[in-house]
């Protein structure tokens, strides 16, 4: 009798340890569903100026969009410079950063004005150090596209690569983890997912879309089509 008083006593214990850690748990779970969830939200006027949108661009890359791991993403420092280096998207987002309000037209017809933050080449250049022969810049991108542009034009211009767009992080379509915002140039220059910056000595270097005709000095004031 003492034994099954004991059973049954043991039974009722753990049932109310069992309802009293249900209901713990019941209770933490709805604590986290009510938690208010941060979300970005774009800004849509700057300083008087009427902003575009994420949605405003369209998808003309030439692979797709690209998914950059960005546990594993480096941008590498490369080619004529005493010192080649790589960065991580940490590194690289604790870096001091600039605004820029900066148009982007595409040789489609197309154009976003946006809020632009990101690092200003120069300062990650400035870390490598050119060599005296360096005269051209060349942008690799993850999915194998290229561009290039003088280096004193991404010097004169102070031409920034931007993880943030209208206060928000760069989504993937845009370019995420960077894209060069490369203001007074069409935008086949604004290269997107960023993995390289190689320095050379080949102003003729003819990225993807100059090689197929479109002009190596991409001026807005000029004809996109050209040599």
């Known amino acids: 009798m003492n034994q099954s008083i004991a059973r049954s006593t043991t039974f009722l214990l753990i049932s109310i340890v069992g ?22 939200v774009e800004i849509a006027e700057y300083e ?10 369209r998808q003309n890359a030439i692979r797709g969009t690209q998914v950059v791991d960005i546990s594993t993403y480096r941008l590498q420092l490369d080619g004529l410079v005493e010192q080649s280096a790589s960065f991580t998207y940490d590194e690289l987002l604790a870096s001091p950063h600039q605004r820029k309000l900066v148009t982007l037209f595409c040789v489609e017809g197309w154009s976003v004005k946006a809020l632009w933050d990101g690092i ?10 050119p060599l005296p022969e360096a005269n051209t810049v060349i942008f690799h991108a993850s999915d194998g596209y290229t561009t290039s542009l003088p280096l004193q034009t991404v010097v004169d211009r102070n031409l920034i690569l931007a993880d943030h767009i209208n206060g928000i992080a760069l989504p993937p379509a845009q370019g995420f983890p960077f894209m060069l915002v490369a203001e007074e140039k069409w935008g086949y220059k604004w290269i997107r997912w960023v993995v390289r910056i190689e320095l ?9 879309w100059e090689d197929r005709g479109y002009s190596n000095d991409a001026e807005l004031s000029e004809s996109f089509i050209g040599p």
Not at 200 to 208: I, K, L, Q, S, T
């Open 200 to 208: 050379a000595d080949d102003p003729d270097y003819r990225g993807y």
């Open 48 to 57: 008087g100026d009427r902003l575009g949108s994420v949605d405003d661009f």
């Open 120 to 129: 200003p080449v120069v300062d990650l250049l400035t870390m490598v150090k």
């Open 19 to 40: 309802i009293v850690f249900s209901a713990v748990i019941g209770v933490a779970v709805l604590v986290l569903a009510d938690e208010p969830q941060v979300q970005e």
